[in-house]
Nanobody, 112 residues
Framework: QVRLVESGGGLVQPGGSLRLSCAAS??????LGWYRRVPGKQRELVAT???????NYGDSVKGRFTISRDSAKNTVYLQMNSLKPDDTAVYYC????????WGQGTQVTVSS
């Protein structure tokens, strides 16, 4: 069983930045990433990163968000810049290692 604990969400003004962190209880996870969900809509890919450092981003965040991982700390990060009100959502950490694992979610609100 893999446990994922997110942190770093909050309220930010449009154009601002936030950094999310997700600490995993297990090392050597093949895939780590972030998804987000807005009430009434389907869960959306934000970004993923492999153990080799290959990244994949959702179209709506390309050029604004950056995913990274620190394998020594079993942690994945999401640096979010140029935030827009449409980025408001609950952000979920995701891990894959023979099964899919999800964190509890952290709220990100972009509003003036």
């Amino acid at each position: 069983q893999v446990r994922l604990v997110e942190s770093g969400g909050g309220l930010v003004q449009p154009g601002g930045s936030l950094r999310l962190s997700c600490a995993a209880s297990t090392r050597f996870l093949s895939l780590l990433g972030w998804y987000r969900r807005v009430p009434g809509k389907q869960r959306e890919l934000v970004a993923t990163i492999t153990t080799g450092g290959s990244t994949n981003y959702g179209d709506s965040v390309k050029g604004r968000f950056t995913i990274s991982r620190d394998s020594a700390k079993n942690t994945v990060y999401l640096q979010m810049n140029s935030l827009k009100p449409d980025d408001t959502a609950v952000y979920y950490c995701y891990a894959q290692q023979f099964a899919d694992y999800w964190g509890q979610g952290t709220q990100v609100t972009v509003s003036s």
